[in-house]
T-cell receptor, first 113, second 111 residues
Framework: DTAVSQTPKYLVTQMGNDKSIKCEQNLGHDTMYWYKQDSKKFLKIMFSYNNKELIINETVPNRFSPKSPDKAHLNLHINSLELGDSAVYFC????????????FGEGSRLTVL | GQNIDQPTEMTATEGAIVQINCTYQTSGFNGLFWYQQHAGEAPTFLSY????GLEEKGRFSSFLSRSKGYSYLLLKELQMKDSASYLCAVRGSYNTDKLIFGTGTRLQVFP
C-alpha cells in the first residue's frame, strides 16, 4: 500500500493552461505539504496544512492554490501555467509540527511548453 | 537569511567510507535532517540531530556541531545502491515542520 500517493505522475501542458495535482496519504498524519524541486534539484517548501488548516504559505504566486478537503488529502491547483512552473512537485506528510520526518510521495513532474 | 551549503558531487568506491559535509546559516535552529533521494524517486528520511554529537544508525551516522553550524553524514561500507543524492535540511524554529533544504550532494559509488 502506497503511503503518500500523488496523481498524475507526469503532466505535460501548454502555457496558460490550468492544472491540478492530487495527493492522498493513508498514514493518519495530521500535516501535509507541497514542495517544489526545480531542475537544479533544489527542494523548496510551498505550503503546509495541519488538519485542513493552512499553516505555512511561502512566497508563492497566487496562481498556486492548495486545497485540503480533509486531513488525508491535499491538492494543488495551478492557474495560468508559466514555463518557470516546470518542476517536480512533491507532496509530503508528517505526524505534525516538530517531528521532522517527512514522508514524501513519488512526485509529479510538470512540464510546461 | 537562510543558507545551507553542501558539495555538489562526490565519488567513492564500493566498500569505502565517505563523509558528506553540510554547513548552515539560518535565522533559527531546531534540528538538522538528512534525506536520501535516488534519481527519479522521492526523498526518504535518514537521520535527525538536534543536540551536538554523533547519531549512529547502522552503516549511516550523522554528526552535528551547533556552535559551528556544521553537520556531516558518514556512510560506511559503501554499496552500489548508496549512489543517490543526499539532502541536508534544517528546521529553523520550534513547532513547525518547515524544513529548509540544501541543494543536495550527488554521490556516485563505483565498483
Amino acid at each position: 500500500d502506497t503511503a503518500v500517493s500523488q496523481t498524475p505522475k507526469y503532466l505535460v501542458t501548454q502555457m496558460g493552461n490550468d492544472k491540478s495535482i492530487k495527493c492522498e496519504q493513508n498514514l493518519g498524519h495530521d500535516t501535509m505539504y507541497w514542495y517544489k524541486q526545480d531542475s537544479k534539484k533544489f527542494l523548496k517548501i510551498m505550503f503546509s496544512y495541519n488538519n485542513k488548516e493552512l499553516i505555512i504559505n511561502e512566497t508563492v504566486p497566487n496562481r498556486f492554490s492548495p486545497k485540503s478537503p480533509d486531513k488525508a488529502h491535499l491538492n494543488l491547483h495551478i492557474n495560468s501555467l508559466e514555463l518557470g512552473d516546470s518542476a517536480v512537485y512533491f507532496c509530503a506528510s508528517s505526524w505534525g509540527a516538530n517531528t521532522g520526518e517527512l514522508f514524501f510521495g513519488e512526485g509529479s513532474r510538470l512540464t510546461v511548453l | 537569511g537562510q543558507n545551507i551549503d553542501q558539495p555538489t558531487e562526490m565519488t567513492a568506491t564500493e566498500g569505502a567510507i565517505v563523509q558528506i559535509n553540510c554547513t548552515y546559516q539560518t535565522s533559527g535552529f531546531n534540528g538538522l535532517f538528512w534525506y536520501q533521494q535516488h534519481a527519479g524517486e522521492a526523498p526518504t528520511f535518514l537521520s535527525y540531530n538536534v543536540l551536538d554529537g554523533l547519531e549512529e544508525k547502522g552503516r549511516f551516522s550523522s554528526f552535528l556541531s551547533r556552535s559551528k553550524g556544521y553537520s556531516y553524514l558518514l556512510l560506511k561500507e559503501l554499496q552500489m545502491k548508496d549512489s543517490a543524492s543526499y539532502l541536508c535540511a534544517v528546521r529553523g524554529s520550534y513547532n513547525t515542520d518547515k524544513l529548509i533544504f540544501g541543494t543536495g550532494t550527488r554521490l556516485q559509488v563505483f565498483p
